[in-house]
């Protein structure tokens, strides 16, 4: 157990948030609401809150072989599958599966193939499987059993092959009705744009190795309610997979919006609070010791927040404390209800007469989720912050576990303990904290290849959470402590 005095902590500094604000974006970008100004609810007389402790906290940056990897994204790459998918007619769920041309079952097969090229280059590392099931009848949207079919690409870590990272984009598609399994439904942007660019981090991917698994997946039975996400996620937990991080794309392909607002530079990330597999003595904790904003998937959002926004992947992330939006759903839900962190990224403006349509053109507006709407440039660029952070993520250390803070006594310090790790690449701890009405941590120190530390910091007044840094630099998420 290690004790820092407070002098030893660090001097008085200002604080900061995770995000990195980027040149480009105008009037229109998100979330196009004024934010609180520190001016309004503070007294320049006022003592309290203490001024933080420790280190400002500096975003984690892209070395050099993440930057390299960065470059790599290839719009025009992109832009060909998402054409190409969209050539099949319609991907719904429900469609043939006999034909080469049209239908799920002819964009399942030229997907598996693709996958399988883009495997190629790993020298057997990474392995391509056709993950399916018979779904049997569900109304209202599963009319008759139908084989739902996964590709999954899976890319074995070569230090911790047991911890997985898993990005997805669903293959499939629909029209306004959706049981119309017959008519056109080319679903570029939802999502076309979420599956290409999983693969195109299969491909960059394939010719690296990390330390984690990495696994790319494109899902199906999406549109008729998660089928497909739901199975892989079940399959995973069935098996004890041990998945610290699940990312989906779906709608990341337009930057302009139905008010002709444009935000090239943003790219929405939905995290959800509370877990819903919680115990209710876990929740009711979890509510009493105010760390309601605090889950599995928002310490993973911060994450993202702080490594995929920078000048090399040229984007915001602007996270959102929500499930999903109103009325939608996707798949990142299928690992929340499976006991995974997982989290979805969604374009900032949406365009609704471009989701779930026929294609059409009605009193002069054209109907329909065409390549057209797409900007290709802009999904690259959104490929740019889901890379950069989940190969962070997969080369870092495992996330903490076991984090606990002490409340047994009434105290001004706090102390910490956790679980030690045995993984080589582990260098330290990290301590992170900030205060409990901010959203992103602002402040940190490293305590060193410890299991517990004294901190001379309230826990009344501050959110705590302990990361683990690698030789390498790379800091997994933070994990946020329960009373022990």
Known sequence: MKSFSLLAVAAAITTAAAQVSLPGPGPDTFPGFATNDSSITSCDSAAWPDAPAGDILVPQAPDEELQEMLSEIDPDRIEAIIRKLASFGTRHTLSQQNSTTRGIGASRDWLLREFQKLAEPSNGRMTVELQSYIQNTQPPRILFPVNISNIVATMRGSEAPSRFYVVSGHYDSRNTDPNDYIGDAPGADDDASGVAVAMELARIVATRDPKATMVFTAVAGEEQSLFGSGFQAQTYRNASVDVQGMYTNDIIGASKGDRGQSDKFTIRLFAQGPPTTETT?????????????????RELGRFIAEVGANEYTEMNVGVVYRLDRYLRGGDHRS??????????????????????????????????????FCDFEYIARVGKVNLAAMWSQANAPGTPTGVVVNAT????????????????????????????????WTNSVDVGRVSGVTLPISKDNTIFGVRAVGTNGYKSPASFPFPG
């Open 281 to 297: 003595a876990v929740r009711n904790q979890r509510l009493t010791i105010g760390g309601e904003n605090d889950s599995p998937a």
């Open 409 to 440: 006594a009434l105290s001004n310090d706090s102390i910490l303990k956790w679980n030690p790790s045995n993984e080589t690449s582990l260098a330290s701890y990290e301590v992170v904290w900030r205060p409990t009405n901010n959203p992103f």
């Open 335 to 372: 690992y929340l209800e499976a006991g995974y962190p997982a989290v979805r990224f969604t374009e900032p403006n949406e365009v609704f007469e471009h989701q779930h349509q026929d294609v059409r053109v009605q009193d002069g507006v054209q109907y329909g989720d065409l390549p057209e």
